[in-house]
Nanobody
């Protein structure tokens, strides 16, 4: 059974750091394109279409980050452990939201941050940045 399970969310202050983890199982992790998305509070669209792409990595190690997180967030993967991570530094209040990990067997070149490209999702973990 394919599963993605996020952890590591929480309440932090502006400027703090947080590391999200996503444990996966049930698929050939090192050959899939993986990504992180987030849904901001009050997002207009419901479901997958309301999620903003944050970072992604494909199996050729092609990467893409959203402009809003470049220089602050770093996505990584550990193929031996079937896990992905999102290191978030210099957090801002606008980074608040529910963060989701996602995966697709499609080799996306360049790595794609459109939520509709991903068919498998975790349940999400809440990140709140507030003073």
């Amino acid at each position: 059974q394919l599963q993605l399970v996020e952890s590591g969310g929480g309440l932090v202050q502006p400027g703090d750091s947080l590391r999200l983890s996503c444990a996966t199982s049930g698929f050939d992790f090192d050959s899939w394109t993986i990504s992180w998305f987030r849904r901001a509070p009050g997002a207009e669209r419901e479901g997958v279409s309301g999620r903003e792409g944050v970072s992604c990595i494909n199996r050729k190690d092609g990467r893409r980050d959203a402009d809003s997180v470049k220089g602050r967030f770093t996505m990584s993967r550990d193929n031996a452990k079937n896990m992905m991570f999102l290191q978030m530094n210099s957090l801002k209040p606008e980074d608040t939201g529910v963060y989701y990990c996602a995966a697709t067997p499609i080799l996306l070149i360049p790595c794609d941050l459109r939520a509709t490209q991903y068919g498998y999702w975790g349940q999400g973990t809440q990140v709140t940045v507030s003073s």
